[in-house]
């Protein structure tokens, strides 16, 4: 039986302790209702039905998904072990990796199997018998667990129970998993991307890292090649990361926040809701279409307007990616810009207009300073955006590691470079691959400094404008 069919089920079996644990507190309140005894029935504590149904709901799916969540975990090693404890007791040798001999054996055609090689074929029905076996066990196994704990909480269901309490704390727990999991999430990204960085940095030193001015990750497979000396200086790759998002911020922050300033204070109502839409179909646009942009319009007429002035433009470079990206996020700044604005109470525009300030003076004055908070944020979601981005880098900035501030040359990031690390098959025991892991780190360092500041910058002026 299939995952859908088993939590079709398992959501048919809950629905009905749902329905039935309701239904039986119903039945008894009706009948202590109809008691002539006021005494007992100002004993009672009512609560409401449905909660009892909720709880009964809960004891019938809540441990089948777990038991079910734990089968799934540990299925898929307990049949390769069982396969290859078969493949050993059959003296079936493989000359290739075990793993991509296990991914060919799983990809089989039943219908097509002529022709192939007949230990294959062996291994191919053993797996075969071993997933149906685990299947059926499953199935067998989460359903009967289903079907004791809806009869188990079908009895526990009495108008005693504290349903409502154990209804709220199950959503308390489940609120909690929630959050944890979030947390967790980011904790284990961050020790993944720590370790390896840690088993880089114990190939090449820090220093050489952090203050090294040439990049040339590629290394050679035998020690006599040209490239037997890769450098790992990431001074150039984040020299470029912060050209192109300063250039796209330049582009990005004042035309987000005047864009923002038009719509909340100056643009009539059914010309804002007509603007505000389109604005942000900017945010929806895929960044590799914002590449193709970049690369066949923009970066050929920055390159022809340069000409024309005897500057010398690369064809692909940091201003063209820059301008493209500043584009691309516009709407973070202007939305975010515009929301908080608006939020700003009515009474501090007209107590300044009372005083005698001009609307501009009162947009600079009051305004702006009122909802600096919340136009930092917008800005900072916009600055981790263009840091992130890789596409519009890719096909408009390209890959070369150039130490320069000039916008008009070419340069590369650091998401590029670890695009380009990570691309492919890659053995994660190279300084190279390995590289890509402190990239990672020190891309999360230098966001996190900008969230710092951002946060002092918020609370600062809460503090004052509140």
């Not at 284990?188 to 088993?199: N, T």
């Not at 190939?203 to 040209?226: K, L, N």
């Amino acid at each position: 039986m299939t995952i859908s069919a088993i939590l079709f089920l398992l959501v048919l079996l809950a629905a009905f302790s749902f329905f039935m644990g309701r239904q039986k507190v119903h039945a008894v309140y009706l009948k202590q209702r109809q008691n002539s005894d006021l005494d007992v029935r100002l004993r009672v504590k009512f609560t409401l039905p449905k909660y009892f149904g909720y709880v009964a709901a809960l004891w019938s799916l809540v441990p089948a998904l777990l038991v079910l969540m734990v089968i799934e975990i540990v299925d898929e090693p307990i049949i390769t072990k069982q396969l290859t404890n078969y493949m050993v007791q059959s003296n079936i040798n493989i000359e290739e990796n075990f793993d991509l001999y296990l991914n060919e054996i799983q990809n089989l055609d039943v219908n097509h199997i002529e022709g192939i090689d007949p230990a294959k074929v062996k291994v191919f029905e053993k797996f075969s018998d071993l997933n149906s076996i685990a299947s059926t066990a499953k199935s067998v196994v989460v359903l009967a667990l289903a079907i004791l704990m809806t009869v188990f909480g079908l009895k526990k269901i009495t108008v005693d129970l504290p349903a409502r309490q154990y209804f709220e704390k199950a959503i308390e727990i489940i609120l909690l998993l929630a959050a944890s999991i979030a947390v967790l999430t980011t904790v284990g990204i961050v020790l993944s991307v720590l370790f390896e960085s840690i088993r880089f940095f114990g190939e090449i030193p820090v220093v050489d890292f952090m203050f090294g001015t040439q990049w040339s990750p590629q290394t050679a497979i035998r020690p006599d090649q040209v490239g037997s000396s890769a450098t790992f200086g990431a001074v150039p790759l984040f020299i470029g990361t912060m050209l192109i998002s300063f250039v796209a911020l330049v582009v990005a922050v004042p035309l987000g926040l005047m864009s923002a300033i038009f719509l909340s204070e100056y643009a009539s109502s059914k010309f804002r809701s007509f603007a505000k839409p389109v604005l942000e179909i900017l945010a929806g646009i895929p960044t590799v279409v914002y590449g193709f942009f970049a690369a066949l319009t923009v970066a050929p007429f920055i390159r022809q307007l340069g000409e024309s002035v005897g500057l010398s433009v690369a064809s692909e470079s940091a201003l063209a990616a820059g301008l493209v990206m500043g584009i691309m996020i516009i709407p973070f700044v202007s939305s975010l810009a515009d929301d908080v604005i608006s939020a700003v109470p009515q009474s501090m525009r007209e107590g300044s207009l009372g005083l005698g300030a001009t609307k501009s003076e009162t947009i600079i004055k009051v305004l702006i300073p009122a909802a600096l908070p919340g136009i930092v944020g917008g800005v900072l979601l916009a600055a981790s955006r263009a840091i992130g981005e890789t596409m519009i880098v890719v096909m408009a900035a390209g890959l070369a590691a150039n130490l320069t501030v000039n916008p008009l040359n070419a340069v590369t990031t650091v998401t590029v470079q670890i695009v380009t690390l990570l691309t492919g098959d890659q053995e994660f025991d190279s300084a190279k691959t390995l590289a890509a892991f402190a990239l990672g780190l020190m891309l999360f360092l230098t966001t996190l400094v900008l969230n710092v500041i951002a946060l002092y910058v918020v609370r600062k002026y809460r503090e004052q404008y509140d």
